[in-house]
């Protein structure tokens, strides 16, 4: 499995666009980059995916340079409730099931 | 619908006891995984299935079994509990690269 590298922390202000990147070096090319978030003691939550294609949905922006080295997850307007651990995971999905691998997260801290 | 559903919440165990954690989900999901979170720490991959009758491990699955007799339930086995199995376990389930969805948690103590 491909590992990632996220920094430990970061701040965020309210309002404000949150970016999160993570560096994925060794991903293969059937690999998926997803995010994930844990609010406090609670289960994580599934934010987006992508392949090598940018995607967008309700929640966040998905970001994949074009060698597909890293990525970056945008909030765009980064609120309280969005002070989390932020997971960045990379998974070959079919071929093993959906077995993913969390590393260390970035905790990001949402300010007023 | 209802998700995943874990049951217990909260458990405390003597150390050798043997218990089994619940995880069903209601989705039709065909994955389904087992994770354990320490305190102050990341989520590590105990067991996961890619279906009924299929299982592998995943990182850290000594002192653990499971079994997926069918699509909606994933059983967890602590075999003999030990202290160092004190930890929060998470039962997920996901539909092809959809993203998984994650159940509240049993917290477990064994002392």
């Known amino acids: 499995d491909a590992k990632t590298t996220q920094p430990p922390s970061m701040d965020c202000a309210e309002g404000r666009a949150a970016n999160l990147p993570c560096n994925h070096s060794t991903i293969s090319g059937n690999e998926y980059v997803y995010w994930y978030r844990q609010i406090h003691s609670q289960g994580p939550q599934y934010i987006i995916h992508g392949l090598k294609n940018n995607e967008t949905n309700e929640m966040a922006s998905l970001i994949i340079t074009e060698d597909r080295k890293s990525s970056t997850l945008i909030l765009p307007h980064a609120t309280l409730r969005d002070t989390a651990v932020y997971y960045c995971i990379v998974a070959i999905y079919y071929n093993q099931g959906g077995k993913l691998i969390f590393g260390q997260g970035t905790e990001l801290s949402v300010k007023p | 619908n209802a998700g995943v559903t874990q049951t217990p919440k909260f458990q405390v165990l003597k150390t050798g006891q043997s218990m089994t954690l619940q995880c069903a989900q209601d989705?039709?999901?065909?994955?389904m995984s087992w994770y354990r979170q320490d305190p102050g720490m990341g989520l590590r991959l105990i067991h996961y299935?890619?279906?009924?009758?299929?299982?592998d491990q995943g990182e850290v699955p000594n002192g653990y079994n499971v079994s997926r007799s069918t699509t909606e339930d994933f059983p967890l086995r602590l075999l003999s509990a030990a202290p160092s199995q004190t930890s929060v376990y998470f039962c997920?389930?996901?539909?092809?690269?959809?993203?998984?969805?994650f159940g509240s948690g049993t917290r477990l103590t064994v002392v």
């Open positions: 299935s890619v279906g009924a009758g299929i299982t």
């Open positions: 997920a389930s996901s539909y092809n690269s959809d993203g998984y969805t």
């Open positions: 989705m039709n999901h065909e994955y």
